[in-house]
């Protein structure tokens, strides 16, 4: 990747942050346009795998390497999505499970 | 047509596996570099991952925008988001130094190496410095790890110290939880980045001692490189969960 390259995704990555600083100053806080909840949660964790792509594939190269390199190293990462999609259900459980049983002194 | 089967039989296989050559066409010790980076993705990923279910296992949460506020320096409160911007910022900036870095030893240029590896420790230490700032600021309001403003606190007084940082329902536990969750995965954060301004600067020692340059190649600039974006990449999950969400 040449310089050129360097700085154009570097703006890429600017411009990403500032979508990002737009929504949360300016949409959510100042103006009040948008309210937080999960429509802008998908938002920003689109903005933010989209900033991890950029990254990955090009400050770290990985996207000019050898395609059976870059399996190697993303296929194990699955694991992670069927972590958040175990522990989040586990956590949602947790929530009802606390709150609605007291627990009791056994004398 | 015998002659033909036995000839394909015997064939040399020349494909990337078939030995004699190096699959990847990588250097071994980058390969062990992005193996390490993959197991601390899971690390982080448990932490994370710990914070959203502890967010889904609690009736509230604290309001970031409500907890980091101020601009050292500038304003004491009113400003969400601002500091934590300039902080963002900066890191990207010296990931992009970092690669300029890369590209300059790609040309064997030692003096370019030097340069942008000089902006890359500053960038690093100039996040650590914000940070050192940010964990100050927030202890003094009364957050550490087992601890929150409420800490100590009985019946209303607990709702009254707490409000400010809440535009939901208030609950003591989310505030606690929020409080260990934020200064254990930062701090680990934290921690990478020391550990990568040390690798910079070793790595610049070992340019201007004209390692590098004698050995002819710069590769221990690109596996540096490769944490320091790996940092990067981690704080960019860390502030979409931390502040933005």
New interface residues.
């Given amino acids: 990747m040449d310089k050129k390259g360097i700085w154009r995704v570097f703006f890429v990555l600017l411009a990403l942050t500032a979508l990002e600083f737009l929504i949360a100053l300016g949409f959510v806080h100042h103006w009040g346009i948008i309210e937080k909840g999960m429509f802008l949660n998908v938002v920003y964790i689109v903005l933010t795998l989209a900033k991890a792509y950029y990254i990955v594939a090009y400050f770290m190269h990985l996207k000019f390497e050898k395609s059976s390199f870059i399996v190697c190293c993303s296929v194990g990462l699955l694991f992670i999505v069927y972590f958040i999609i175990l522990l989040l259900i586990e956590g949602d459980f947790l929530l009802d499970a606390f709150q609605s049983h007291p627990v009791f002194p056994n004398n | 047509m015998s002659t033909t089967t036995v000839s394909q039989l015997d064939k040399v296989k020349d494909g990337?596996w078939n030995g004699g050559r190096s699959?990847?066409?990588?250097e071994y010790g980058k390969?062990m570099m992005?193996?390490f980076l993959?197991s601390d993705?899971?690390t982080f990923?448990?932490f994370l991952?710990?914070y959203?279910?502890?967010?889904?296992?609690?009736?509230t949460w604290i309001d970031a925008?409500k907890v980091f506020q101020s601009i050292p320096g500038i304003a004491e409160s009113g400003q969400?988001?601002?500091f934590v911007?300039i902080m963002?910022?900066i890191l990207?900036m010296s990931?992009?130094t970092?690669?300029?870095a890369v590209?300059a030893g790609h040309r064997n240029k030692k003096n370019e190496v030097v340069k942008w590896m000089l902006w890359t420790i500053l960038g690093g230490l100039c996040f650590l410095g914000c940070q050192a700032i940010e964990w100050t600021h927030l202890h003094h309001q009364g957050f550490w790890f087992g601890r929150n403003p409420a800490t100590g606190l009985e019946g209303e007084a607990v709702a009254e110290a707490l409000a400010p940082y809440f535009t939901k329902d208030i609950a003591y536990t989310a505030a606690l939880q929020f409080a260990n969750m934020f200064f254990t995965i930062t701090g680990f954060h934290g921690f990478h980045v020391s550990i990568g301004v040390l690798l910079n600067i070793i790595v610049l020692c070992k340019t201007l001692n004209n390692t590098f340059q004698k050995s002819g190649s710069y590769l221990m600039v690109e596996k540096v490189g490769?944490y320091w974006?790996?940092v990067?990449?981690v704080w960019?999950?860390v502030f979409?969960f931390f502040?933005?969400?």
């Fill in positions: 990337p699959p990847w066409n990588l390969i992005w193996f993959v993705t899971f990923s448990a991952i710990m959203g279910a502890q967010k889904f296992a609690q009736p925008d969400p988001l601002v911007g963002t910022f990207i990931s992009v970092m690669v300029l590209d490769l974006h790996f990067d990449l960019v999950f979409t502040y933005l969400i």
